[in-house]
């Protein structure tokens, strides 16, 4: 396809599971983005990463949350041990990467309900 | 602390209208100012701000930016039903690798 993508759309858990939530990028973007918006609230920056790398971890709300990314395309966010105020729509961007480029180009957000 | 402002944070109009939403920063490492749209989940992309007094403008939407005064205009005019979304204001602290995002005001527009 040709815009940013993500899957699940909508995820319900449970209180101590683990969540994977997975992004794909648009075909040729090297930076990927991640945020979270909870109900009401404006977007919070998660991370950030150019190719395989992040040099920008400061947007992790705890340790429990990780994020990587592989072949400098495909990334996940994974969160440890979930909690209910991790209840969010988890949105994934993605942008050309280089100067005069940083235009970000969102998905549709995967919905994050935990129980 | 970087912050980004926007003002009002809700907005009710009727078709017709000509809107202005603002939004101000304080950042220490200002880069670029951009403005999304969002109607439902996604934001999609309007304006990309970098230099002071330069209008960009795209049919009825059109913004502006002063980087004396530290903050972006965003005005719509003859608004229509299909305006209705929250506009985000955004600033880039570091070239593409940082963003603050405003909380965005929420525009409805009424028929």
């Known amino acids: 396809g040709a815009g940013v993508s993500q899957s699940p759309s909508n995820k319900v858990t449970e209180k101590g599971k683990d969540v994977e939530l997975r992004c794909d990028p648009i075909?040729?973007?090297?930076?990927l983005y991640w945020y979270r918006q909870s109900l009401g609230q404006g977007l919070e920056f998660l991370i950030y990463?150019?190719?395989?790398?992040?040099?920008?971890k400061s947007g992790l709300p705890s340790d429990r949350f990780s994020a990587e990314r592989t072949g400098g395309s495909v990334s996940t966010l994974t969160i440890q041990r979930t909690q209910q105020e991790d209840s969010a729509v988890y949105l994934c961007?993605?942008?050309?990467?280089?100067?005069?480029?940083?235009?970000?180009?969102f998905g549709p957000g995967t919905r994050l309900l935990v129980l | 602390e970087d912050k980004v402002v926007q003002s009002p944070l809700s907005l009710v109009v009727h078709e017709g209208d000509t809107v202005t939403l603002n939004c101000s920063y304080e950042v220490t490492n200002f880069r670029s100012l951009l403005w999304y749209k969002q109607e439902k989940k996604a934001p999609t992309f309007l304006f990309m701000l970098?230099?002071?007094?330069i209008e960009k403008k795209s049919g009825r939407l059109s913004s502006i930016l002063d980087k004396k005064e530290l903050f972006s205009i965003l005005n719509i005019t003859a608004t229509q039903t299909g305006d209705s979304a929250i506009y985000l204001c955004a600033v880039d602290r570091n070239y593409g690798q940082n963003f603050v995002f405003g909380p965005g005001t929420r525009l409805s527009v009424l028929p």
């Open positions: 961007a993605s942008s050309l990467g280089f100067r005069g480029q940083e235009t970000q180009y």
């Open positions: 990463f150019q190719g395989n790398s992040a040099p920008d």
């Open positions: 075909s040729g973007h090297t930076a």
């Open positions: 970098t230099s002071s007094g």
